[in-house]
């Protein structure tokens, strides 16, 4: 069996630095360490349509945007597959033939949905669309054979689920659809950065983002505007690092590198947490420190964000290639499928 990779996002606005340590960089690294047969990376417009179907511009013009931050990160479109989920017509086709094999309580009852579901304030108007998420993620990834999903724990409910509808379909038709797995991030800390008001998460809908197109100008009044820790009033007063936004940043981000680079007066992070914790640390140094580590990081990417926007067509080839190859793999699991379901009424 071939080990092959999905993996995607919603356009609904520009991606982060969450996104960035908790799947971009990994892609990467993966894509780069050439362990599995195939990759597939897509931008999920289809999905994004469930919340945004009276706002579709929106949707429209950040697909381009989602693809210029693929591309500016370093995924390789030699090595991967990108492609625009609403081309994929046979995504829509699977996506029916699965609903058949949930129950609505079932849905109702995935922790990842309620949770969306309460956040998005839909009340008792859920759109059909958004309450079957799960059923056309199955769809994505079964519809390219997936082995790995990587995904950050908030989404191991909708693997799971996924996985359940596998498992379904294969004890009705036989052994059709191949089971996939979860790739989580390895740190706990990438799987769920925080914003830089120091909520729970970095999210667009709550603008506490550092978005991977920002300037520098931009990170560095951000950055300066970061929650630390309230109780940290004076230079001298001991603070906490495990609360911490700044610290937690830091744990995401940088390397004894930076240090040697930037503070060489502390040899790694344990050493500046363990200085700030004593007191005689200002919350300035380390945000400087921070953002420092934050542009090394974002540097390359814009250089690579300003080519691809300077050839601009060369992204929508890209795109065009990626989508019939794609189409290509979805369509010759959507003839298994059919086959498997005694559908196939003319082959």
Request: net charge neutral; glycine share 6%; hydrophobic share 35%.
């Amino acid at each position: 069996m071939k080990k092959i990779i999905l993996t995607g996002d919603r356009p609904t606005g520009n991606l982060h630095l969450g996104h960035y340590v908790g799947s971009l960089k990994k892609r990467v690294e993966l894509q780069n360490e050439g362990d599995y047969d195939e990759m597939y990376v897509f931008i999920a417009d289809t999905q994004a349509l469930t919340d945004n179907f009276n706002n579709p511009k929106k949707v429209r013009d950040n697909v381009i945007e989602i693809a210029l931050d693929y591309l500016s990160v370093g995924l390789n479109p030699k090595k991967v597959t990108i492609f625009i989920q609403s081309m994929i017509s046979e995504l829509c086709e699977l996506t029916m033939y699965y609903m058949n094999l949930v129950t609505l309580s079932r849905l109702e009852r995935n922790p990842t949905v309620k949770a969306e579901i309460k956040q998005k304030s839909f009340g008792n108007s859920i759109p059909m669309g958004f309450l079957s998420y799960p059923i056309s993620q199955t769809a994505d990834i079964t519809a390219f054979d997936a082995t790995v999903v990587p995904v950050g724990e908030d989404q191991l409910p909708m693997l799971e689920q996924a996985r359940d509808i596998v498992r379904s379909f294969n004890n009705i038709y036989g052994e059709t659809l191949v089971e996939p797995k979860a790739l989580i991030p390895d740190s706990v800390v990438c799987r769920r950065l925080p914003g830089t008001d120091g909520k729970a998460k970095m999210s667009k809908s709550l603008g506490n983002c550092i978005y991977l197109k920002d300037d520098s100008k931009t990170v560095r009044k951000k950055v300066m505007g970061m929650f630390t820790d309230p109780n940290h009033i004076r230079v001298e007063d001991p603070g906490d690092t495990k609360n911490n936004t700044v610290f937690i940043y830091l744990e995401a981000l940088c390397t004894d590198e930076h240090f040697k680079k930037y503070l060489p007066q502390y040899k790694n992070l344990d050493e500046l947490k363990a200085h700030y914790e004593k007191g005689g640390l200002g919350d300035v140094k380390i945000k400087n420190f921070l953002y420092e580590v934050i542009e090394d990081t974002l540097t390359p990417i814009r250089e690579r964000r300003k080519y691809y926007e300077e050839n601009i067509d060369l992204v929508y080839d890209i795109l065009k290639e990626g989508t019939k190859k794609a189409k290509r793999h979805a369509s010759e699991t959507l003839k298994r499928v059919k086959e498997a379901m005694l559908i196939d009424y003319f082959e």
